[in-house]
């Protein structure tokens, strides 16, 4: 099984929409965990972090499922500017780095 | 300076040729890190330096060389470049080692080997 496995889409959905990706994760001695947001040929920057069961961040919220091991990030009221590739971020199974998923790719259409 | 900054932007190398990466932080981070991008495997690690003065290898280091004199600098060098080396990479940087802290990212350099 990977470290971190995220469905790579593309999800296509209308301005306005609600849209939920899972990511599953192989570590189940994680702790943290992270959702960045890459853009078209630019760098990924943190979106959010979760610690505990959740986090919400206005029209964003990750939520952490770990006796399923996998963590989900829902947008609400998709806007144009959210089209992007969401990573998944999980901490190794050993020492104190990070494993990056491959990402979902979101497209947002008016 | 803000953030960090990668050189060059990007890069057409022969194979065979020595390049060097650079990546320079302003925020006085301790940890900083390489990662290479490649279309659906996504960000892997390279090498990782907790503080100055210290590397270590991540999950592909095989071909690539690290060093860290001081806080603000972390090249990482292609001794011989191989076409496989071809990929968009990374440094980032984290104010601390542990993973619970944002690792913030430079722009990449795309490099290309022929």
């Known amino acids: 099984r990977k470290e971190v496995e995220q469905d790579p889409g593309p999800f296509n959905v209308p301005e306005g929409a609600t849209v939920a990706f899972n990511c599953t994760y192989s570590?189940?001695?994680?702790?943290?965990f992270f959702w960045y947001r890459q853009d078209c040929r630019k760098e990924p920057k943190l979106l959010m972090s979760?610690?505990?069961s959740g986090n919400e961040d206005g029209r964003f919220t990750a939520q952490l499922n770990r006796a399923s091991q996998y963590i989900s990030l829902l947008i609400r009221d998709s806007k144009l500017s959210d089209s992007a590739t969401y990573l998944c971020?999980?901490?190794?199974?050993?020492?104190?780095?990070?494993?990056f998923g491959a990402g979902t790719i979101l497209r947002v259409k008016s | 300076i803000a953030g960090i900054t990668q050189a060059p932007t990007s890069q057409i190398l022969a194979a065979g040729r020595r390049m060097t990466l650079r990546c320079t932080q302003d925020?006085?981070?301790?940890?900083m890190y390489w990662y290479r991008q490649d279309l659906g495997l996504g960000l892997r690690l390279i090498h990782y330096?907790?503080?100055?003065?210290?590397?270590g290898k991540g999950e592909v280091p095989d071909g690539y060389s690290v060093s860290r004199a001081n806080t603000d600098d972390f090249p990482l060098t292609l001794a011989s470049a191989v076409p496989s080396q071809t990929s968009v990479y990374f440094c980032?940087?984290?104010?601390?080692?542990?993973?619970?802290?944002?690792?913030?990212f430079g722009p990449g350099t795309r490099l290309t080997v022929l």
């Open positions: 979760v610690y505990s």
């Open positions: 971020v999980v901490p190794m199974e050993y020492g104190n780095k990070l494993v």
């Open positions: 980032a940087s984290s104010d601390g080692a542990g993973s619970y802290n944002e690792q913030f």
């Open positions: 570590n189940s001695a994680s702790q943290s």
């Open positions: 330096s907790n503080t100055a003065g210290t590397t």
């Open positions: 925020m006085r981070h301790n940890a």
